[in-house]
């Protein structure tokens, strides 16, 4: 659901490229696209509307099409017998649902779990976790602060099409419409809405998720996230405190060992990884890897990663393949 979006769009490309065994393709999307037709693996599949019975006979369907529709589709996907991997924040901290990074908690799904809903968590919080993971397996995790330099691909095609229409018309970019301020030459420290405490809802999906990914309901987890005018690719910068002291080789060969990550860390020689490389790659970059001169145990790293790609398409279709091929 949501075939025709930058997620959806990016779903099909990946099936395509991971070959992914499909023996029917039901694209659903908004009556707009009554009419399109998505091509993948040889075949037109035409795009249909929700109505009731049309999960029927499916074994997975992936939602990216916002809160409201997954909270009353993905209930009745799983009624008609599949597993519903929902990318949208409707289920994400419901207790009786997981939240799934495959190479971090993965082992919560496997190919005897029965239908359910699954939760993609939020793009920022993704590449966040996979970062985090070796470094809570091998040393322990006192407290995560990170602040994200957040692309406009974020916000859908709205949000690209926005900076590249404000960029072309520059110097009288045209008014903002996704986001709150003109994004072009910019930096705007809200992503969603504000609560009491003064946190935006970004900052707050990152906060409980990185915890309930984890399995670290103490962990302490502040965040800061600015979108700026990037295309594509989420970049972070992270304060990790570890439960012990320990040497940079320790820190760089666990992150250098885990699944999904790739460590680009030659500063010297300006290596590090920038948001226009990792635009349209899987695995999250991680560079910049430094201890804090005050406290020993604590370390700054630099997060990057597509936003689309890992941040939701790929973790949806990693999840499926944990489902039904590991
Ligand atoms: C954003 N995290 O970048 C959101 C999208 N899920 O706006």
């Not at 504000?194 to 309930?212: A, L």
């Not at 990914?213 to 987890?221: S, T």
């Not at 226009?276 to 999250?284: A, E, F, L, M, N």
């Not at 790293?301 to 973790?315: H, P, Q």
Request: proline share 6%; with cysteine.
């Amino acid at each position: 659901m949501g075939a025709t979006g930058m997620v959806g769009q990016t779903f099909m490309n990946i099936l395509s490229e991971r070959s992914f065994p499909i023996e029917e393709l039901r694209p659903f999307a908004s009556e707009n696209s009554l009419g399109k037709k998505i091509e993948l693996q040889g075949q037109q599949w035409p795009c249909q509307v929700l109505k009731d019975g049309c999960f029927d006979g499916l074994d997975l369907v992936f939602f990216s099409s916002g809160d409201d529709i997954s909270a009353e589709w993905a209930p009745k996907a799983v009624a008609a017998g599949a597993f519903a991997v929902d990318n949208s924040a409707a289920f994400r901290m419901d207790p009786n649902t997981v939240l799934i990074v495959p190479e971090v908690n993965g082992d919560l799904v496997n190919k005897d779990s029965k239908p359910q809903i699954i939760a993609n968590p939020n793009c920022s919080t993704i590449q966040l976790v996979v970062a985090l993971k070796p470094l809570l397996e091998k040393f322990g995790l006192e407290e995560v602060r990170v602040s994200t330099y957040q692309a406009v691909s974020g916000a859908g095609q709205g949000g690209h099409d926005e900076l590249i229409e404000q960029t072309t018309n520059h110097p009288k970019p045209t008014d903002p419409k996704t986001f709150p301020h003109t994004i072009l030459f910019n930096c705007i420290p809200q992503i969603g809405s504000f609560n009491d405490e003064g946190y935006c809802s970004e900052e707050v999906k990152i906060m409980k998720e990185t915890r309930k990914i984890l399995g670290q309901k103490d962990l302490k987890v502040s965040a800061f996230t600015v979108r700026i005018p990037a295309l594509n690719a989420h970049s972070e910068s992270v304060w990790v405190t570890l439960n012990k002291s320990v040497s940079r080789d320790e820190v760089m060969a666990a992150l250098s060992g885990q699944e999904g990550i790739v460590v680009q860390d030659e500063p010297k020689k300006s290596v590090y990884p920038l948001a226009r490389d990792v635009s349209g790659k899987d695995p999250v970059y991680v560079g910049r890897v430094h201890r804090d001169p005050e406290n020993p145990k604590m370390w700054l790293m630099w997060v990057v990663s597509d936003n689309i790609r890992k941040g939701a398409a790929l973790n949806g279709i990693q999840i499926a393949e944990k489902i039904f091929f590991n």
